[in-house]
């Protein structure tokens, strides 16, 4: 079984500050870990992956995240807030090798204040 | 190249009527799913299918929905009859379909059901 906790539902940043968005995990085989976000009345997309390969994983816009097995976490960052990040950012987590059954956290709204 | 098409859009129905969504994927992918996203909550995996076979339909409430994929292409989701609680964003995705390692699912822009 799998489950992501997304903590905080809303997350609020100045433009130009660093952004950190928080996803932890449970899962009883390594998972695989994605970070997708949803602007208004839109499908996700993909921001980024981690598969089992580098832990310091790099997506588009700017953003990453780092795998850490420890703390059983997959943080998304990103050193500087644009406007146009403001958007619903959804962590989710699939077994390896099962395709892309996703298990999604509860979603964090990031408000970005000029 | 033309991503994941859903219709309707928006839809509006009174309990206990019946409501279908139709899904169109990326061509030549594979694996189609649908998901289900309520208000404030993530997406919730309904059902999975590979071509036109399931593959995972555990979260799928079988006395009111149902799905196809004839031809391993285009998808329909129906309920009938639909509850309240049904109100939602009902998303459809596609996928290459490879399972070892993961490829991207693309996600459709979603049909937003309300029931009144």
């Known amino acids: 079984a799998q489950s992501v906790t997304q903590l905080g539902s809303h997350v609020s940043v100045s433009e130009g500050a660093l952004v950190l968005l928080r996803c932890n995990y449970s899962?009883?085989?390594?998972?695989?870990l994605f970070w997708y976000v949803q602007y208004p009345n839109q499908g996700l997309q993909l921001l980024l992956k981690y598969t089992s390969a580098a832990t310091l994983v790099k997506g588009i816009n700017g953003f990453e995240a780092e795998f850490k097995k420890s703390e059983t976490s997959f943080h998304l960052t990103k050193p500087s807030a644009h406007m146009s990040d403001a958007a619903e950012y959804f962590c989710a987590v699939s077994p390896p090798n099962a395709g892309n059954m996703l298990t999604f956290g509860g979603g964090t709204r990031l408000m970005v204040k000029p | 190249e033309a991503g994941v098409a859903q219709s309707p859009r928006y839809k509006i129905i009174e309990k206990r009527q019946s409501v279908a969504f139709w899904c169109n994927p990326i061509?030549?992918?594979?694996?189609l799913y649908w998901y289900q996203q309520i208000l404030g909550q993530g997406p919730k995996l309904l059902i999975q299918?590979?071509?036109?076979?399931?593959?995972?339909d555990s979260q799928l409430p079988k006395d009111r929905f149902s799905a196809e994929r004839l031809k391993g292409v285009d998808s329909t989701l129906k309920i009938q009859p639909a509850k309240l609680e049904d109100s939602a964003v009902y998303l459809c995705?596609?996928?290459?379909?490879?399972?070892?390692?993961?490829?991207?699912?693309?996600f459709g822009q979603g049909t937003r059901l309300t029931v009144v």
């Open positions: 299918f590979q071509n036109n076979g399931v593959v995972d």
């Open positions: 899962s009883s085989v390594p998972p695989y």
């Open positions: 061509s030549g992918h594979a694996t």
């Open positions: 995705a596609s996928s290459t379909g490879q399972f070892r390692g993961s490829t991207e699912a693309f």
